[in-house]
C-alpha cells in the first residue's frame, strides 16, 4: 500500500522490518522479491 501511495522509503523500511520478523521461506522470498521491485528512492 505504502509503495502504491508513491511512499518508497516507508515501503522499502517496511519490507526490511517484515524479512527481519519473517522465518518461512515462502514470505522471505515474496518479501524479497517486492523489495528489489522498487523504484530507487528519489
Do not use: H, I, S
Not at 522509503?9 to 528489489?36: F, K, S
Amino acid at each position: 500500500l505504502l509503495q502504491q501511495l508513491g511512499r518508497t522509503g516507508e515501503a522499502r523500511a517496511a519490507y526490511q522490518a517484515a524479512l527481519a520478523a519473517v522465518a518461512p521461506e515462502p514470505e522471505r522470498r515474496l518479501l524479497e522479491r517486492r523489495l528489489r521491485e522498487l523504484p530507487p528512492d528519489d
